[in-house]
């Protein structure tokens, strides 16, 4: 039997659906359960309630539920129905920060953040301001031109970042600019082949297809050919792992025998890696595609220092570092602005996408002036990259994670998160792994501790489904789409976090009561 975690607030609460702060609608009660006094935990299901908002939405007075889906079968590709998130939808209306309201003025905190894009909050105000500011002055010219907002935000973003990564290519997505970067690694080195690893996600083009190795994002017809995908470094579901491996306030639960300082896991991944250099690519490659922390993949992490060899071991065969920084920068990690920086590393390139703009359509490349200059071999040329309106929306985006703390918030709330969710893995069986910096995190779900196989899909979507049904949104990831993930605003509270762990703790807990 799985204990129900002791109380520190000791308020009655509620797990509410209402819309804005109301009282008295749509109320889900959690059953209070037994309590276990041992338990280190700060609350239990019955003494969380979802926390209040003064924001008021607006009453929804257009399209029916109905006539949308008709309209979403009809006349949407039917990709858009397969990547619909639940078995009965969410129709969003209005966002405000870390809320999200729906047609029918429900409420839900939102743990995902339109997949980890929408970086200091929904419409926040300050970013509101800006853009509105903008769209009244010039919403549109290309870089052909020159005007101010382009310059003003490139210099801004270039402060960001350590020589000799100063010259900026501005695009409209991270599968753009990760594009853009294979061509630009291909030109400058003269070599073609590249290393990513498995599970990782990079775009959904034709080309950048090649660099994802994760399978449910693939199709069978020809991606980019010269793209290997080495062995993931996953300490947890990977061959090798251990208690100390990660840089994280939570690591696995696999014992550890190795000496202080030293991480035999590492030693066995670069030894996989080595391998796939000696058999799988050319004795000169093009460069290294990396997560941080890779993000569809499940908040994977890897060893401490594997970045740090993996990157030499690139650099003696001519290639270029390339992270993909689309869900790790920007502050999400928390301890760092960028993912790299908790690896100890400087990459040749980063690209960035996502929470760049907070859910404005951005994105982009920032290398150094040498790689830059070989990209001129032709012309290249983005209509909407660098838009002034884009750039506007994202410089606001620069200076309200300065102004509001949001890096300082998503390190001191994320790893509040992280300790309160691994109290809870060490109580169910089916909690296999908490992992992740910051607000990047991933909980993966097991069948049991033991064999780490993954619990099945339906059993993921049943608590995934019940997650939601109390109010709160969040992901899902992995290779067999067995790990939740949180990658909210990074503007949520304790509190919010606290109403959270009770709807997890009550969804795991009925679905472990009816097994």
């Not at 590249?194 to 090649?210: E, K, N």
């Not at 992490?301 to 920068?329: H, M, N, S």
């Not at 780490?452 to 109010?471: N, Q, T, V, W």
Request: glycine share 10%; net charge neutral.
């Amino acid at each position: 039997m799985f204990k129900v975690m002791s109380s520190l607030r000791g308020r009655r609460a509620i797990l509410t659906g209402q819309p804005c702060c109301s009282p008295g609608l749509s109320e889900l009660h959690l059953g209070s359960g037994a309590v276990c006094q041992k338990s280190p935990l700060k609350y239990r299901p019955a003494d969380a309630e979802m926390p209040s908002c003064d924001f008021k939405p607006e009453e929804y007075k257009g399209m029916s539920k109905e006539r949308m889906v008709e309209i979403r079968q009809q006349n949407c590709n039917p990709m858009t129905m397969k990547v619909t998130y639940y078995k009965k939808p969410v129709f969003i209306h209005q966002g405000h920060m870390q809320w999200l309201w729906d047609v029918d003025g429900r409420r839900y905190l939102d743990l995902f953040a339109g997949v980890a894009t929408v970086s200091v909050g929904h419409c926040h105000p300050k970013v509101t301001e800006a853009t509105q500011r903008q769209l009244k002055r010039l919403c549109h010219t290309t870089n052909i031109y020159v005007h101010p907002p382009l310059h003003e935000y490139v210099e801004k973003l270039a402060s960001y970042f350590p020589d000799p990564l100063k010259v900026i290519y501005l695009t409209n997505s991270g599968s753009e600019a990760n594009d853009l970067a294979m061509l630009m690694a291909r030109l400058h080195t003269g070599n073609f082949d590249i290393i990513t690893f498995r599970g990782s996600y990079h775009g959904g083009t034709q080309q950048t297809m090649g660099l994802t190795s994760n399978s449910p994002y693939k199709y069978p017809v020809a991606t980019t050919s010269g793209c290997t995908h080495a062995m993931s470094p996953d300490v947890f579901r990977g061959p090798w792992g251990g208690s100390h491996c990660r840089d994280s306030p939570v690591q696995t639960i696999r014992e550890c025998s190795c000496a202080q300082g030293h991480c035999t896991a590492n030693d066995l991944y670069i030894g996989q890696l080595r391998e796939t250099f000696a058999t799988s690519v050319p004795s000169r490659i093009a460069g290294l595609f990396a997560e941080p922390i890779q993000g569809m993949g499940g908040a994977v992490q890897y060893p401490r220092d594997y970045l740090k060899e993996a990157y030499q071991l690139v650099r003696e065969r001519g290639g270029l570092c390339i992270a993909d920084e689309v869900q790790t920068g920007f502050g999400r990690t928390g301890s760092h602005f960028w993912g790299f920086q908790g690896h100890d590393v400087i990459p040749d390139m980063v690209t960035m996408a996502k929470g760049i703009g907070n859910g404005f359509p951005m994105g982009a490349v920032v290398t150094t002036p040498a790689i830059a200059a070989s990209f001129g071999k032709a012309v290249h040329f983005n209509t909407f990259g660098g838009s002034p309106l884009a750039c506007a929306v994202s410089s606001s985006v620069l200076d309200t994670i300065q102004e509001d703390g949001t890096q300082q918030n998503s390190l001191k709330v994320g790893t509040y998160l992280m300790k309160q969710l691994a109290d809870l893995r060490d109580q169910y069986e089916i909690i296999g792994d908490v992992r992740g910096k910051g607000l990047q995190i991933g909980v993966e779900m097991v069948k049991d501790k033991a064999s780490r196989d993954p619990l099945p899909p339906e059993a993921m979507s049943e608590i995934f489904e019940h997650i939601k049904d109390m109010g709160v949104l969040i992901g899902k990831g992995g290779v067999y789409g067995q790990t939740f993930r949180i990658q909210p605003p990074m503007c949520i509270t304790e509190e919010d976090v606290d109403f959270f762990l009770a709807v997890f703790n009550k969804a795991v807990q009925s679905y472990t009561d009816r097994k």
